[in-house]
């Protein structure tokens, strides 16, 4: 219980608000090759 009454919860937050904007990130939607999008699909000509 003494780890929960020292721990700095300003800087908990900060780690955890840092961490969900990362998160956040990597979730928009950015450009890239059809091939990376769709790489498991063979021509049919």
Do not use: C, H, Y
């Not at 300003?10 to 928009?28: I, P, Q, S, T, Y």
Request: net charge positive.
């Amino acid at each position: 219980m003494s780890e929960i009454d020292s721990m700095d919860m300003l800087g908990f937050l900060g780690v955890r608000a840092w961490n969900a904007r990362k998160e956040k990130k990597k979730k928009e939607p950015r450009r890239a090759f059809i091939d990376e999008v769709w790489g498991n699909l063979t021509p049919t000509v």
